[in-house]
């Protein structure tokens, strides 16, 4: 089966300037999950969809992150307006049960903004 | 909170030596752990977890883990590392319906 596939791959923009990141999870995996790594930090927990539903948004740092999932397929994560402290990676994963099976990751996304 | 400790940030290890990466996890309830790999311009792999049962848990890559619940630990182990075992390894634990990740270690092997 395919996995996991994030994109775009690298993202540099400057800072004011929106960024938009999509994740195409497994075929069939309701629950889809975001998560962030800035440089030198853990992996930190972004937010939940259970199909087009956020189950659980409470890793989303501020109001310049929105993150839509229209028809329980794809979701997007949308940073506007980007700011230097932003920079990461943005990892997207999914899985068909419950989270103690354990998740499938996707590449990630390396953000930049400069 | 549940939350996970790696004690090591970077483990410098000869080849065909053995190595241990440590994690150490705080919680008051049942715990789901897990291990994961990122390899070098890859996404996470999942090397092994704990969810119940035998407290020797065997993973990919000849990689194995022992979930001690006295000592809250569930450290990582290879009795053998070859080059391509370089790589990042994060620990996690599930709370509250989430992946919650340790800091992250970084095996560099030599050869």
């Known amino acids: 089966e395919a996995g996991v596939t994030q994109f775009p791959s690298h993202s540099v923009i400057e800072k004011g300037q929106t960024v938009t990141l999509r994740c195409d999870p497994i075929s069939g995996h309701d629950n889809l999950y975001w998560y962030r790594r800035v440089m030198g930090k853990e992996i930190k927990f972004l937010l939940h969809?259970?199909?087009?539903?956020?189950?659980?948004e409470s890793g989303m740092p501020n109001n310049r992150f929105l993150a839509e999932r229209t028809g329980g397929t794809y979701s997007t994560l949308k940073v506007q307006p980007a700011e230097l402290e932003d920079s990461g990676v943005y990892f997207c994963?999914?899985?068909?049960?419950?989270?103690?099976?354990?998740?499938?990751f996707g590449s990630g996304t390396r953000l930049t903004v400069v | 909170a549940q939350s996970v400790t790696q004690l090591d940030s970077q483990v410098p290890v000869f080849e065909e030596a053995p190595v241990e990466l440590r994690c150490n996890y705080s919680s008051s309830v049942s715990v789901y752990l897990f291990w994961y790999v990122q390899y070098p311009n890859q996404g996470l792999q999942l090397l092994l977890k704990?969810?119940?049962?035998?407290?020797l848990v065997k993973g990919i890559n000849g990689f194995e883990a022992e979930f001690n619940k006295s000592q809250t630990s569930f450290h990582l182990r290879k009795p053998s590392v070859h080059i391509s075992d370089t790589a990042e390894y994060f620990c996690?634990?599930?709370?509250?319906?989430?992946?919650?990740f340790g800091q992250g270690t970084e095996l560099s092997v030599k050869p």
């Open positions: 969809f259970v199909k087009e539903s956020k189950q659980d």
């Open positions: 704990y969810l119940s049962g035998s407290t």
């Open positions: 996690a634990v599930i709370a509250g319906g989430k992946l919650i």
């Open positions: 994963a999914s899985s068909f049960r419950t989270a103690s099976y354990g998740y499938t």
